[in-house]
Nanobody, 123 residues
């Protein structure tokens, strides 16, 4: 059974950086889109970034452009999200998702989800 396992969340100060990882366990997602979403307390889940299988195609929500970078290592079955210039409003649970999608920014297009990792940014 394929599982997505996030790691690397934690606490950072405003202006700081964190990198979260998503390991694909029990299968391979080399031909799938991988995405990162986040959900802050009391808010809906929102799109953060996505990457195509070849890594040539990357997509970001407008508020993350220039600050966040998504990457993948298909040999390691792992996707990364490097987050720089973090702000308190980036505080949320970050979820990894995978699937064959036509709309990368839409959560219900993804078939597989991790359990999430908490990122907390203090001012």
């Amino acid at each position: 059974q394929v599982r997505l396992v996030e790691s690397g969340g934690g606490m950072a100060q405003a202006g700081g950086s964190l990198r979260v990882s998503c390991a694909v366990v029990g299968g391979t997602f080399s031909r799938n889109y991988m995405g990162w979403f986040r959900q802050a307390s009391g808010k809906e889940r929102e799109f953060v970034a996505a990457i195509g299988w070849s890594s040539d195609n990357t997509y970001y929500a407008d508020s993350m452009k220039g600050r966040f970078t998504i990457s993948r290592d298909n040999a390691k079955n792992t996707v990364y999200l490097q987050m720089n210039s973090l702000q308190p409003e980036d505080t949320a649970v970050y979820y990894c998702a995978g699937g064959i999608v036509t709309r990368y920014e839409t959560p219900n297009q993804y078939n597989y989800w991790g359990r999430g990792t908490q990122v907390t940014v203090s001012s």
